[in-house]
């Protein structure tokens, strides 16, 4: 480094350190000037004047509110994926603010304080833990004053104030949950979870308000300061004490709450700052110093680790592509392109999606027991400061989530065919019958593709439908790509040597499940319906006993969603199949509906199944998805 870059950096360094103790001693010096403090003689004789009792609950005060301030650490570990139990990132979050709050530099002193405490993180993402609980803390703060600022403010223009920040948190969680990932070149900012920020406001808000009550508390008797006016001008002062670095926040703090207090007595503020000092900052920094030199202390009594946070069964996270073609359910096929993954909690297997909001199963357990899986995925899920939930699940497994007190809602059914009983005969198909002699007399040519597809006609038969529609949606429907439908059984409809229209299923050993529509504008009136009765034959020929059509809504607003696809597949006359969502609470349900939403209809660019066949390293199977590929290109 050159020797002007060198002192450059001196100089900046030394600049940190010292701005800090300047602004402490410059507060203290107004302070002294602002108010005529007794002798610290006689600060202590007013602290007499504070009963035991109230010592005491200062004490509580103090307990609940670093109790808080561990469960902030550990959604911090959460959101960075440090690897560490909630367990010891509490424990290690309340040494790390006890230590850097007494002696200030809170990036520097916090920042060292977890690396030493927890010496499988490196020293850089000790740093994004400290940068991270931080800043989210100050932010969380500045809510906090806003919601009081409008409930106690002194005046409209205070309240204003207070509004204008709650609305501008309103939307700054808005736009975490529609962007949660930003890229600014090069560089990946991944906004905190709806869930996380809900979890870092909660236990902001009991830290903060438990410490200003411990100061409440310790306010020698007759101060005649009501706790919510203190409360508002502490969480105001604790900001700008942060704010400074000052070791303790000394200066700040004391010259903050005298200026926001003007009515208080000086002696009887001062006297309590004092106390309140001793015991929500002295006596905790002795304990994290005492845990700083002897880091033995803090993993003492953690080597079990909390079953509801780390799940009873374990987890292994395998490739989508490993799914076994016997399976319950064709649909999980989806999970190729959507960017989902099977994960295995202990022996059961399920089609898991996880987004910046949510950990979804999809659809029915691959395999296993349901009545396991609802515990494990929540775990899963709370690992992920994200919410739980089964997507259009069957009775059986909402009923299993049911009894672990989970929240069921219907949501879908989906439309069964029996191949092997299928026929277009009977009053139920009269309907189905004309649109198949509106097709045939078109001079439609449908048949199934077992061979070579056409793949670039396909894509102008997609991009017709795409523009015409307005996109397509995703997630849990497929979205057209080469790779993806090579895997899948496509029926084709033809006018002469022109595509029209084709259809694409999910195929399972036993089941197969409709998958991606497309057909052109103006395509001869029944394409689709003859789609589907060559599918069936199709699975007819092939052994396989269920067809589904996939699903349509079925829930109080599935009116404004259906788009004809009841009407449509009515026609043929299915079995309808009740679909259910599950979630932990009705809070993590109306997230989970939220989310699924938002990634369907704004669903993220489609991977190539093939690509992620190509991944794989180890064996395959021979009953697994890869195994249907390999079959349809000899077929």
């Not at 003689?41 to 007499?48: F, K, N, P, V």
Request: charged fraction near 15%; proline fraction near 6%.
């Amino acid at each position: 480094m050159p020797m002007r870059a060198r002192r450059k950096q001196t100089f900046t360094n030394s600049l940190r350190v010292v701005t800090p103790l300047l602004i402490m001693a410059g507060c203290l010096f107004a302070l002294t000037r602002q108010a005529d403090l007794p002798h610290f003689h006689d600060l202590l004789g007013l602290l007499t004047q504070v009963p035991a009792p109230h010592w005491i609950g200062a004490l509580g005060a103090t307990v609940l509110s670093f109790w808080a301030l561990g469960r902030y650490d550990a959604v911090a570990h959460r959101h960075l994926r440090s690897g560490i139990d909630d367990r010891t990132a509490r424990r290690a979050g309340m040494a790390a603010i006890a230590f850097s709050q007494a002696v200030g530099f809170g990036l520097f002193s916090g920042s060292f304080a977890r690396w030493r405490l927890l010496p499988q993180l490196n020293p850089l993402l000790s740093a994004q833990l400290t940068g991270f609980v931080g800043i989210t803390f100050m932010t969380a703060l500045a809510v906090i004053c806003g919601i009081f600022l409008i409930l106690v403010g002194p005046s409209w223009g205070m309240r204003l104030v207070g509004g204008g920040i709650l609305f501008a948190a309103i939307a700054a969680v808005g736009l975490c949950f529609l962007h949660p990932e930003w890229r600014i070149r090069g560089l990946r900012l991944r906004f905190p979870s709806v869930q996380a920020i809900l979890a870092l406001a909660l236990w902001t808000m009991m830290d903060v308000t438990f410490a200003g009550v411990a100061l409440w508390l310790l306010l020698p008797v007759g101060h005649g300061i009501g706790l919510d006016v203190l409360l508002t001008a502490y969480f105001l002062a604790l900001g700008l004490a942060i704010i400074s670095s000052s070791p303790g926040g000394a200066g700040p703090l004391e010259l903050a709450m005298l200026t926001l207090l003007p009515g208080a007595d000086p002696a009887t503020l001062v006297a309590g700052l004092l106390a309140f000092r001793a015991v929500y900052y002295a006596l905790p920094a002795m304990l994290a110093g005492a845990v700083l030199l002897w880091p033995r202390l803090l993993r003492h009594g953690s080597a079990m680790p909390d079953p509801w946070e780390t799940g009873d069964l374990g987890c292994d996270l395998r490739p989508a592509a490993s799914q076994p073609f016997v399976r319950p359910q064709a649909e999980t096929a989806v999970l190729l392109q959507n960017g989902g993954h099977v994960m295995a909690f202990g022996l059961n297997q399920v089609a898991l999606l996880d987004s910046p909001q949510l950990s979804a199963v999809l659809f029915d357990p691959i395999s296993g027991r349901q009545d396991e899986i609802p515990a494990a995925l929540r775990a899963h899920a709370l690992s992920r400061n994200a919410a739980a939930c089964f997507y259009k699940c069957s009775a059986r497994t909402a009923l299993a989530a049911r009894q672990e007190g989970w929240k069921i809602l219907r949501v879908a059914q989906d439309a069964i065919l029996a191949p092997e009983t299928f026929t277009v005969e009977g009053s139920k198909h009269r309907q189905l019958r004309r649109k198949l002699r509106h097709a045939e007399k078109a001079g439609l040519q449908v048949e199934p593709a077992w061979g070579t597809l056409p793949l670039t006609q396909m894509a102008q038969v997609d991009a017709a439908w795409t523009r015409q529609h307005g996109g397509a949606r995703g997630t849990t429907m497929g979205q057209f790509e080469p790779g993806y439908v090579a895997i899948q059984m496509t029926c084709l409809a033809w006018l002469e040597d022109r595509l029209v229209g084709f259809m694409t299923f999910h195929r399972a050993a036993d089941e197969w499940c409709l998958d991606l529509v497309r057909q052109l504008p103006g395509a001869p009136d029944g394409t689709a319906h003859a789609l589907i009765c060559t599918a069936v034959e199709a699975a007819r020929d092939a052994g396989v006993r269920r067809l589904s059509l996939a699903s349509v809504p079925d829930h109080r607003f599935s009116a404004r969603f259906d788009g004809g696809l009841r009407q449509f597949k009515s026609c043929f006359a299915p079995t309808w199949e009740a679909r259910y969502m599950a979630a932990p609470s009705w809070a993590q349900m109306g997230l989970a509906i939220a989310e699924m939403t938002r990634l369907v209809h704004r669903p993220a660019r489609p991977e190539a199944a093939m690509a992620q066949i190509d991944m794989l390293q180890d064996p395959i199977p021979d009953d697994t998805v890869e195994n249907a590929v390999a079959a349809k290109r000899t077929a």
